[in-house]
């Protein structure tokens, strides 16, 4: 019996060189993930580029930042006087408006003019008192003093005339301000005012003190 000959299949001619050859399609470099695409040699974006923009955006914004801040400041580049400076610089409406001493008499009799003026006191108006009171003299400082917390007038006795105003004796109920002060408990004081009467009608508070 003749021996058959091999099964194995021959070997390609030109040995392992020639074994597998790629496809002129397949490229050779490494592979890039699933629908990838390999960036493009000419007109594409410089890597540097995107860093120029965001740079310049950030020197825009700073630049914006400071002419906000230079503003809210009250600075200008031609020196003028910022609306700040100016607004304080101007007197205040309230000090303008304040009435001057003396400026506002009291109208009626004498005895009206004392209730008048110790209402102001029980309010608190120290515009009123200094308008109520002639220039110079201490009855507004005194009736409008932290010693006194409230005030009412009890009772008005004979006005006494004098020469150029009057003097009235009142019967004042006073309320003291504080634990320390010249009043003592709440009570009543028969306090004297003296008036003067003013050159435009009606009278103006000189003084008044416990005694004549």
Do not use: N
Not at 33 to 52: D, E, L
């Amino acid at each position: 019996m003749s021996q058959s000959s091999s099964s194995r299949p021959a070997a390609p001619a030109g040995g392992a060189q020639a074994a597998i050859r790629r496809r002129p399609h397949e490229g050779a470099g490494p592979c890039l993930p699933c629908g990838g695409r390999r960036p493009s040699r000419s007109g594409g974006r410089r890597p540097g580029s995107s860093a120029g923009t965001v740079s310049a955006g950030l020197l825009i914004a700073a630049l914006l930042a400071g002419a906000a801040l230079l503003a809210a400041c009250g600075g200008s580049s031609g020196g003028a006087p910022s609306p700040a400076v100016s607004a304080s610089a101007a007197p205040s409406a309230s000090a303008a408006s304040a009435p001057a001493p003396g400026s506002e008499p009291f109208a009626g009799s004498p005895q009206q003019a004392v209730a008048a003026y110790w209402a102001l006191v029980d309010a608190g108006d120290y515009g009123g008192l200094r308008a109520a009171c002639t220039p110079g003299s201490a009855a507004a400082l005194t009736a409008a003093s932290s010693d006194i917390e409230r005030a009412r007038v009890v009772r008005v006795a004979r006005v006494r005339r004098e020469p150029g105003g009057a003097q009235v004796p009142a019967d004042v109920r006073i309320v003291p301000a504080g634990e320390t002060t010249p009043w003592g408990d709440p009570g009543t004081h028969t306090l004297f005012v003296k008036l003067t009467g003013s050159t435009s009608g009606g009278w103006l508070v000189a003084s008044w003190g416990t005694s004549p």
